[in-house]
């Protein structure tokens, strides 16, 4: 079940980055950090090369289609995480115009992005509750030794290079996360060093 696990570590990955954002989003509320724009648009550009490019891919071919093909007691909720999937250009979008729209105007755009990243991140939440609690139980029941097979190499083949964020407690580690997000972002965002700049 290596698909299982890769699936799961990338999403305590992709909540910890989440939950680092909100973070630093409080202490710039607060009055106690300055927003830093190239640390934003980093953020921005590894949701859209990643959870939305690289991993929904994944579960749509190397553990939806086949769970199709065992059983039909996920039809519905298949059906409504693959249209979700397909409206990742929706939300990247919105998400990136709402930043942009601050960074040209800091005093009174930080309420408009504060409010579409809410929003982005209770859209995870839900979307991977719900395929942790729906899903992946029938994945375990209905796969079988072929279709792990199959799973295990499309997930083996792209890993979440975010991995890792996460000190040994489950705490996350907010300095290595940020550092990673602008390593890996392509420029003028970040430094272009890491998976994530663009082919």
């Given amino acids: 079940m290596q698909a299982m696990r890769i699936l799961l570590d990338e999403h305590q990955s992709l909540a910890a980055i989440i939950h680092a954002i909100r973070h630093m989003i409080r202490e710039i509320s607060a009055g106690k950090l300055k927003p ?15 959870p939305e490019k690289k991993h929904h891919p994944k579960e749509d071919e190397f553990l939806f289609a086949p769970l199709r093909a065992r059983t039909d007691k996920a039809s ?13 250009d929706a939300r990247i979008a919105a998400l990136s115009e709402a930043l942009n729209t601050y ?3 800091p005093a009174n755009g ?37 279709d792990w097979a199959f799973a295990n190499a499309g997930f083996e083949k792209s890993q979440d290079p975010m991995g890792g964020t996460r000190r040994g407690s ?11 997000l602008v ?12 998976p994530y700049k663009d082919d």
Wanted: a negative charge.
């Fill in 36 to 50: 830093d724009f190239k640390l934003l648009h980093a953020m921005v550009h590894y949701l859209d090369a990643y």
């Fill in 76 to 88: 519905e909720v298949l059906d409504r995480l693959e249209a979700e999937h397909a409206t990742s």
């Fill in 103 to 105: 960074e040209a105007d």
């Fill in 110 to 146: 930080f309420v408009a992005f504060n409010e579409a990243f809410e929003k982005y991140a209770e859209f995870y939440r839900e979307h991977m509750m719900l395929e942790e609690r729906e899903v992946l139980p029938l994945i375990r029941e209905c796969f079988t030794d072929e």
């Fill in 170 to 180: 489950g705490e996350e580690d907010f300095g290595r996360i940020f550092s990673k």
């Fill in 183 to 194: 390593e890996a972002a392509p420029a003028p965002i970040g430094l272009g060093l890491g």
